[in-house]
C-alpha cells in the first residue's frame, strides 16, 4: 500500500514552454501533499504544500506564478512549471501524506519516482 | 525552521562492515523518516520512527525524541547498499507541514 505516482518520469521541453507534471496517490486518499526539487549532489528543498481544495502554501523564494501548483482532488496534485528556463532544469519529486489508517492517524510521508525535467 | 544535520558527509565502507550514520534536529518532532535514495532518485521509505527503535534485517534504526538525535545502523553492508541516505523530521505540532530534509550521507560500499 502507499504508493505515489508521478508522471512523466522525465520530460524535456524548450525555453519558454509550459510543462505540467502530476502525482498521483494510488490507494489512499492524501489530504496533503507536498513539491520538492532536488538539484544535483544536493538534498531536497520543499517548493510547497497543498492542501486539497485550498490555495498551497509556497515556501520563501519559490515564486507562485511560476510554479502552478493544483491538488483538485484527494489522489492528484499537478506542479505546472510555467514559461521554464534553463535553471528550472531539476528533478521534482512530489509526497503526498494520508492522515487516516486502520490504525489510527499517522504523518508518515510517500513519496512519488520523481520527473526529471530538462529545459534546452 | 527545524534544522537539521546528518554525519557522516561521505562514508565509504568494504562488504561485510557494520556503520551508524547520525541525524541531529533542533526541535522536537512528530515524525522522523530514513530514507536511502537509489541511483535513479526514488526514495525508498527505510523508517517511520518519531521515537523508539526499529529494526528491519540488516537495517535499524533508533530516534531519542528528548535528546533530539536519530540514528541508523547498517549491519553486514553490501554494495547495494550504495546511496545517499536521508533523515527528514517533522516539526511537532505542526501536522499538516512536512518534513524537512538533511543534507544526507552518501554511502559507498566496495566489494
Known amino acids: 500500500g502507499a504508493v505515489v505516482s508521478q508522471h512523466p518520469s522525465w520530460v524535456i521541453c524548450k525555453s519558454g514552454t509550459s510543462v505540467k507534471i502530476e502525482c498521483r496517490s494510488l490507494d489512499f486518499q492524501a489530504t496533503t501533499m507536498f513539491w520538492y526539487r532536488q538539484f544535483p549532489k544536493q538534498s531536497l528543498m520543499l517548493m510547497a504544500t497543498?492542501?486539497?481544495?485550498?490555495?498551497?502554501?509556497?515556501e520563501q523564494g519559490v515564486e507562485k506564478d511560476k510554479f502552478l501548483i493544483n491538488h483538485a482532488s484527494l489522489t492528484l496534485s499537478t506542479l505546472t512549471v510555467t514559461s521554464a528556463h534553463p535553471e528550472d532544469s531539476s528533478f521534482y519529486i512530489c509526497?503526498?501524506?494520508?492522515?487516516?489508517?486502520?490504525?489510527?492517524?499517522?504523518?508518515?510521508?510517500?513519496f512519488g519516482p520523481g520527473t526529471r525535467l530538462t529545459v534546452t | 525552521g527545524i534544522q537539521v544535520e546528518q554525519s557522516p558527509p561521505d562514508l565509504i565502507l568494504q562488504e561485510g562492515a557494520n556503520s551508524t550514520l547520525r541525524c541531529n534536529f533542533s526541535?522536537?518532532?512528530?515524525?522522523l523518516q530514513w530514507f536511502h535514495q537509489n541511483p535513479w532518485g526514488q526514495l525508498i521509505n527505510l523508517f517511520y520512527i518519531p521515537s523508539g527503535t526499529k529494526q528491519n534485517g540488516r537495517l535499524s534504526a533508533t530516534t531519542v525524541a528528548t535528546e533530539r538525535y536519530s540514528l541508523l545502523y547498517i549491519s553486514s553492508s553490501q554494495t547495494t547498499d550504495s546511496g545517499v541516505y536521508f533523515c527528514?523530521?517533522?516539526?511537532?505540532?505542526?501536522?499538516?507541514?512536512?518534513?524537512?530534509f538533511g543534507k544526507g550521507t552518501t554511502l559507498s560500499v566496495s566489494s
Open positions: 526541535d522536537s518532532v512528530n515524525n
Open positions: 509526497s503526498a501524506m494520508g492522515l487516516k489508517t486502520r490504525r489510527g492517524p499517522t504523518y508518515e510521508q510517500y
Open positions: 527528514a523530521p517533522r516539526t511537532i505540532g505542526q501536522a499538516g507541514t512536512a518534513l524537512i
Open positions: 497543498s492542501n486539497e481544495g485550498s490555495k498551497a502554501t509556497y
